[in-house]
């Protein structure tokens, strides 16, 4: 028998157990994790699933501050409704604004000095009544772009917008206006109505004070004035003309006419000068209109005068009265009253129509002494006294009553 103990029953005998054995230097591999899907990409048209923290939560204000906040969006509201009540309220005033002042057709006489600006002349302009509103003329300037104006006299009327006297500012559209010298009035009424053309009472005055040469004034008695010469005609000037410039263009009107008509030498073939014409024609414009009818009435008068009769006008007395300061009366004590005083009166007592002094050259046929216009708007011609009072008594009930 040898020593050899045989092994246990049921196998091998289990092999002692070893600690691991760490070899220096080496890690150990982690056990792998299995791969992980890729992220998806949200889809837009899902909602998107937010953790309930990421919410934001309500705020519960406190009473005091939720009725300031009401408040505060009243006021922000009222703010913006008054702004657009000014803008709307702005702009209709600038749109009258703009607009004429008036229906007036009165001139005004302005002057633009060199270098005067857009704005001086705006507030100069409503100064003299002639615009409605300074202001609103200066933010139009502004912005039509008219504040290069010219230097010069012009002449405006309130019924001008302000648009148009700065378009005539801007071209230096000087003024040309109508001065109108109407027939069959007097001095002091050409010199009333020179004032509306804004010539001062001063500047009318001083111009028909002066003495003046002119052909057509030859054979004038020195020291008369120039009633009857001023020829009735609408004159264009300028706001640079002067007084004695516009009498200078009267006068050379009526020389033109009196030359065309050669009635100087038709004159004379009556018997009369130049200026016992220019008298005889101021009377009778002063009675009668009508031109077949003038020429009647100077058949009566020269009649009266080849007679030795008075003229018996009653236009001449209300003319020396006048002259006098005293009331019209058929015994006024007057050189004009030709119901008392034979021949003709000093000299003319208004202007006249060319036709007036045509009519005292060449009368009409006839021999009537009397004559009286009619209410009617007929003149009633007669030979004697007796039928020129029949005729007033028939045909001139409310006119004869006024003289």
Known sequence: MNDVTPPPRGGL???????????????????????????????????????????????DLPHAGRR?????????????????????????????????????????????????TADAVATQLEQKGIIKSALATQIYIKIAGKGDIKAGNYLFSP??????IF?????????????????G???TEIKKDLQKYHYSAEAIDEAFAKQYTHPVLEG????????????PETYYVTSDTTVEQLIGAALDEFQKQIEKLSLRPMLAQESFTLYQGITLASIIEKEVTNTSDQRQVAQVFEKRLKEGM???????????AKLLGVAASPDVDSPYNTRKVT?????????????ALKAVAEPAQGDYLFFVAGDDGVTHFARTNAEHEANIRQYCQKLCSTF
């Open 68 to 116: 300031w906040v009401k408040w505060l969006i009243i006021t922000l509201v009222v703010l913006v409704l008054s702004a657009i009540a000014a803008g709307v309220a702005g702009y209709f005033w600038y749109q009258d604004a703009l607009k004429a002042k008036s229906d007036s057709t009165e001139s005004v006489r302005f002057t633009v000095d060199q270098g005067e």
């Open 220 to 231: 004038k008695p020195a020291g008369t004035s120039l009633e009857g010469y001023l020829y």
């Open 310 to 320: 008075v003229l018996g006008s009653d236009v001449t007395y209300h003319y020396g």
């Open 343 to 355: 021949g003709l009166p000093p000299g003319p007592i208004a202007n006249f129509h060319i036709d």
């Open 185 to 187: 009035i007097t001095l």
């Open 167 to 183: 378009q005539w500012l801007s071209e230096g559209k000087v003024d040309t206006f109508k001065v109108t010298v109407l027939p």
């Open 13 to 59: 005998p289990r092999p002692p157990e070893r600690p691991p054995v760490r070899m220096q230097g080496v890690r150990s591999v982690p056990k792998a994790s299995p791969p992980q899907p890729e992220p998806k990409e949200p889809d837009p048209l899902q909602p998107l699933d937010l953790p309930t923290a990421a919410m934001p939560t309500k705020v």
């Open 159 to 164: 019924n001008q917008p302000p648009a148009e």
